[in-house]
């Protein structure tokens, strides 16, 4: 049975009353990280040692899928509770409060009972779909931090070694110290939220959202990672081909991935063309390692979390297909694309691998009578 990551809002909600109804002591911190274009990796594929603690300590979903594979539909989806359609949001081009209605958000929930609410990095989607303000003061406590740096995200500092020259590529290790600034944007979403979790000195209780960027492509990441995922380790994708049997509405030709300078040389015919064999490899690696950055990111973050009276949620906007069914990129309706983890980690819900949420209420309820 599948959990649909809209359902965060609902779940998380149920869950901090139901503790509370357990316990005298002050509400919970809450923690929610969201990781930009997270597939579902498995233990096979890549070792992601500080997601896998995390999921270890808490509960975690094993089939867990996100409404769309978009990141503002999807994004505004798990933080009103609302299916795009509900929303009328399947792009980037309207915001639900002047379109649809003024339906309450996760932060905003918490916000008006009690908690002060903050969002770093990417949480909702920058632009149209959330009112140019991250919906900014309906859900944020104050006005949302972003990264100085995510400016350049499109800017050409992969240093291509064919060309010689900095350019606009899909697959771009870099050295930081040669990166505008000196520095990362996931880097400086992550100091950001260690000065708040560091310094904080309210007694009122907080829900803290941390958005960090990668993987999304630009697949960017500090050149070391790649030493992490040796190319000679990386597996080819399984079914790397569109069946025949398949409609063709489902295939979409990844022209984000194509217009990259390194892929447009390749010169990949439109829009059917397939990604060759070696640079499958070799996007899988560099996907890989991004992935390996992003958990290193949490596990520094997670070093400053009280957990004892935190509780946490990990989760993505959506999957990204790595070359199955020829498919790269996010768009489709395929496992690849939609499937994302999903981890509740809290004070008094033990650790356990789950696919409902309400197999994850259960078991606290069985453990409290136990008791």
């Known amino acids: 049975m599948s959990f649909s990551v809209f359902s965060l809002i609902k779940s998380l909600i149920i869950l901090q009353m139901y503790l509370q109804s357990f316990s005298s002591a002050t509400k919970n911190n809450i923690l929610f990280i969201f990781v930009d274009d997270l597939r579902h990796l498995s233990d096979e594929t890549i070792n992601l040692p500080n997601i896998k603690?995390?999921?270890?300590?808490?509960?975690?979903?094993?089939?867990?899928?996100?409404q769309q594979a978009l990141c503002a539909?999807?994004?505004?989806?798990?933080?009103?509770?609302?299916?795009p359609d509900s929303l009328r949001l399947y792009d980037f081009y309207n915001y639900w409060r002047d379109s649809v209605g003024n339906f309450t958000t996760l932060p905003q929930f918490f916000k008006e009972n009690g908690y002060?609410?903050?969002?770093?990095?990417?949480v909702f989607h920058p632009g149209r779909s959330s009112n140019f303000t991250d919906d900014y003061p309906y859900s944020w406590s104050e006005y949302p931090f972003h990264p100085p740096t995510e400016k350049y995200k499109d800017a050409a500092v992969c240093y291509d070694k064919e060309t010689k020259k900095f350019q606009k590529n899909l697959v771009c290790p870099v050295n930081v110290k040669y990166q505008p600034g000196q520095t990362l944007p996931d880097l400086e979403s992550l100091e950001h939220a260690i000065n708040f979790l560091s310094n904080r000195n309210s007694s009122q209780p907080f829900l803290l959202a941390v958005g960090f960027y990668k993987p999304h492509i630009p697949i960017k990441f500090p050149e070391h990672y790649l030493e992490k995922i040796p190319i000679n380790k990386v597996k080819p994708q399984r079914h790397p081909y569109m069946s025949?049997?398949?409609?063709?509405?489902?295939?979409h030709p990844w022209t984000d991935v194509r217009r990259r300078d390194d892929i447009a040389r390749l010169n990949i015919s439109f829009p059917l063309g397939l990604m060759p064999y070696d640079w499958s490899i070799k996007i899988r690696q560099s996907y890989y390692a991004a992935a390996s950055y992003v958990d290193d990111l949490v596990g520094e973050l997670m070093?400053?979390?009280d957990t004892r009276k935190t509780i946490v949620v990990f989760t993505s906007d959506h999957?990204?297909?790595?070359?199955?069914n020829g498919l790269w990129a996010?768009?489709?309706?395929?496992?690849?694309?939609?499937?994302?983890?999903?981890?509740?980690?809290?004070?008094?819900?033990?650790?356990?691998?789950?696919?409902?949420?309400?197999?994850?209420?259960?078991?606290?309820?069985?453990?409290?009578?136990m008791n």
């Open 330 to 369: 996010k768009y489709s309706n395929f496992d690849a694309a939609l499937k994302v983890p999903l981890i509740f980690s809290a004070p008094g819900i033990p650790s356990k691998n789950i696919h409902t949420p309400v197999e994850m209420l259960r078991s606290h309820v069985d453990k409290n009578n």
């Open 73 to 83: 539909p999807s994004r505004n989806s798990i933080l009103t509770g609302r299916r």
């Open 303 to 305: 070093s400053y979390v």
């Open 244 to 251: 025949a049997e398949i409609p063709l509405v489902s295939w």
């Open 53 to 66: 603690k995390l999921a270890g300590e808490g509960v975690n979903f094993k089939n867990a899928f996100a």
């Open 116 to 122: 002060e609410t903050y969002s770093i990095g990417k």
């Open 319 to 324: 999957g990204w297909s790595l070359g199955e």
